[in-house]
């Protein structure tokens, strides 16, 4: 899910590697080290970084994964990988496109009869395409719920909501633009995607996920938990700090462990898959490697419009720039948890970045520019190595 107005920090001791070690490590793993310790230093708790290509992977780690404990990071952690699920989800749907149970041209209304109407919205108007893409004007259900403030996470972080009744919330708002006419991020139009899966199928978009990309890829560490609040075995603790209500100018609030709470909200379509570094690398080169979509499935999936502050968004996928060319990928962020990753155009080298706070940075510290992930992806996509 989209980034919130959550606001959290922590403070950790980086890692610390001896003189001896340090020159017999590889460039890139010096290199990423360097900006796993930063991230740290910077404000987050824990972060781990993983590269992978065809001769194998690189890995490094920092911080702590419990702050109780002060036990590291997991290497091979779980995590919420939070709205880098809408990938997978795009991903099972283009596949049952491309066998032509269902055509990105069409209506919501074909498969969701009656499903997207009032107060200006029309699921006569709005296409499969255009839900994929962001570009459906429908207004986000996420804004509506009460878990932004300490207070509101706390009450409702169990909460259980439909995915049609995530739908009745977004729809209960004018859209936020004609459909087609600009972009806008909206967790709806992948609640709705899931339930065009189930309606295409008659089966939980949770299993086609399964059947179709976790098992024929062998994710073996990729879980779909539906209203479960916990993240299997290892996993680092995710924590916040949310803003004091009422505070101007606005000021943290204590730390908290926000590692348990239901990541299904609105059925979950839109970001609730639990994974690792490993498998989140084996996913994207398999999908730009061509060996989950055929060849026009994946270059519909490419084709993208202008998403401000993110690049350019294709289908569930994200277009970016390195200073070594573009990549593809797709963040996520949920409470807790801070995902990037990468993966270059030939799909033969990929990143997965998890922190486990959602804002990497200390109380009254200002935000850093941008996405604080970006030079660590850069790094790693285009570093020797």
């Known amino acids: ?52 290509t065809a001769r194998g992977s690189v890995k490094v780690r920092s911080g702590h ?39 990105l041209g069409d209506n919501v209304d074909r498969w969701l009869p009656g499903v997207v109407s009032g107060n200006g919205n029309d699921g006569n108007a709005i296409t499969v395409r255009q839900l994929l893409q962001h570009t459906s004007g429908l207004h986000d259900y996420m804004a509506e719920l009460d878990l932004f403030t300490e207070k509101g996470f706390l009450r409702h972080r169990f909460d259980e909501l439909s995915a049609s009744d995530a739908v009745k919330l977004a729809v209960g708002k004018p859209p936020e633009f004609a459909p087609g006419t600009s972009w806008g991020y909206s967790n709806t ?45 290892p996993h680092a603790r995710g924590y916040d ?45 398999a999908l730009l490697g061509g060996r989950v979509l055929p060849p026009s499935m994946l270059a519909e999936m490419k084709k993208t419009v202008p998403a401000p502050g993110l690049g350019a968004y294709g289908l569930g996928l994200v277009k970016s720039t390195t200073s070594c060319g573009d990549y593809w990928g797709h963040g996520g962020a949920l409470p807790g948890y ?20 959602l804002t990497p940075y200390h109380p009254g510290a200002e935000p850093p520019a941008g996405n604080p992930l970006d030079p660590v992806i850069d790094h790693a996509l285009c570093g020797r190595g």
């Open 241 to 285: 700090r949310f803003v004091v209500e009422g505070s101007n100018p606005p000021r943290l609030g204590r730390r908290v462990d926000v590692t348990l709470m239901n990541p299904s909200m609105g059925g979950g379509a839109d970001g609730s898959i639990n994974s690792t570094t490993e498998d989140g690398n084996k996913f994207l080169r």
């Open 65 to 103: 994964g419990d702050l109780r404990t002060r036990t590291p990071v997991p290497w091979d952690g779980h995590f919420r990988i939070a709205s880098f699920s809408k990938t997978f989800l795009s991903a099972t749907l283009l596949q049952l496109v491309g066998e032509g149970r269902l055509s």
């Open 1 to 52: 899910m989209k980034r919130t107005s959550v606001v959290i920090a922590a403070i950790c001791a980086a890692t610390l590697v001896s003189p001896a070690v340090a020159s017999a490590t590889p460039p890139l793993q010096r290199t990423l080290q360097r900006d796993a310790d930063t991230l740290v230093a910077n404000g987050s708790p824990g972060a781990l970084v993983e590269v992978s």
């Open 338 to 357: 801070l995902t990037g990753n990468g993966v270059t155009e030939d799909g033969k080298r990929s990143v997965m970045v998890s922190l486990n706070t």
């Open 189 to 233: 139009n992948y609640v709705l995607a899931g339930m065009i899966t189930e309606k295409v199928t008659g089966r939980d978009w949770q299993q086609e996920i399964i059947d179709r990309i976790v098992r024929p890829l062998g994710l073996r560490e990729t879980t779909l938990p539906y209203t479960s609040p916990f993240i299997p075995a």
